[in-house]
C-alpha cells in the first residue's frame, strides 16, 4: 500500500493549458512537498507546504490537511515545464520522506 | 558547492562487481537520506544518517547494500556483488535537520549489464 497517490500518472497538455496534479495522502505528516524532475536531471523542490496555499510564478500548491490531499497548478503551461512532478510528504514520526510515483507531464507547443 | 553533489553522475557496472557512490551534501546539513528510484517509479527510502549516525537502514534491500558517513559528512553508498535488478538511479538528499526542506542531488545512475 502506497502511503502517498498521485493522479494522473502521465498528462499531456497543450501549450497555454491550466494544469492541475492531484496527490492524496493516508498518514500524518509535517509536512507535503512537491518535488521537479527533469530527464536524467536531479530533483529540486518546489514547495513545501504544511497548510494553506503557496504561489511561485506560475505555479500554485494548495494542501486541504482534514482532507488529506493537495494539488498542484500551473497556469499558462509551457514545454519548459514538461518534466516529472512528484508529491512527497515528510511524516510527524520518523525521519523519512514518502514519494509518490510522480506525473510524467508533456506539455506540446 | 552550493548543492548537493553526487559521483559518479553514471556507472556501468558489470555483473558481480563492486560498486560505491558518493554525495557531498550541503556543508552543515545534519540529516542526508539515500533512495533508490527505479524506471518509472517514485524514489524509495533506503537508508537516514543523521550526522554520522545511520539512524534507520530499514530500507536497504539486501545485505550487499551498505552506507556510511564516517564523518558526519560525506556518505557513501557501497553495492557489493551487483545484481541488474539494482540498476536505478540511486538519489542523496540532505537537510538541516528532520526532514524539513530537503536537497537533492542530481543522482546516480546506475546500469548492471
Given amino acids: 500500500k502506497n502511503e502517498v497517490e498521485q493522479s494522473p500518472q502521465n498528462l499531456t497538455a497543450q501549450e497555454g493549458e491550466f494544469i492541475t496534479i492531484n496527490c492524496s495522502y493516508s498518514v500524518g505528516i509535517s509536512a507535503l512537498h512537491w518535488l521537479q524532475q527533469h530527464p536524467g536531471g536531479g530533483i529540486v523542490s518546489l514547495f513545501m507546504l504544511s497548510s494553506g496555499k503557496k504561489k511561485h510564478g506560475r505555479l500554485i500548491a494548495t494542501i486541504n490537511i482534514q482532507e488529506k490531499h493537495s494539488s498542484l497548478h500551473i497556469t499558462a503551461s509551457h514545454p519548459r515545464d514538461s518534466a516529472v512532478y512528484i508529491c512527497a510528504v515528510s511524516r510527524n514520526t520518523g525521519n523519512q520522506f514518502y514519494f509518490g510515483t510522480g506525473t510524467s507531464l508533456t506539455v506540446i507547443p | ?113
Fill in chain 2, 1 to 113: 558547492g552550493a548543492g548537493v553533489s553526487q559521483s559518479p553522475r553514471y556507472k556501468v557496472a558489470k555483473r558481480g562487481q563492486d560498486v560505491a557512490l558518493r554525495c557531498d551534501p550541503i556543508s552543515g546539513h545534519v540529516s542526508l537520506f539515500w533512495y533508490q528510484q527505479a524506471l518509472g517509479q517514485g524514489p524509495e527510502f533506503l537508508t537516514y544518517f543523521q550526522n554520522e549516525a545511520q539512524l534507520d537502514k530499514s530500507g536497504l534491500p539486501s545485505d550487499r547494500f551498505f552506507a556510511e558517513r564516517p564523518e558526519g559528512s560525506v556518505s557513501t553508498l557501497k553495492i557489493q556483488r551487483t545484481q541488474q535488478e539494482d540498476s536505478a538511479v540511486y538519489l542523496c538528499a540532505s537537510s538541516a535537520y528532520r526532514p524539513t526542506e530537503a536537497f537533492f542531488g542530481q543522482g546516480t545512475r546506475l546500469t548492471v549489464v
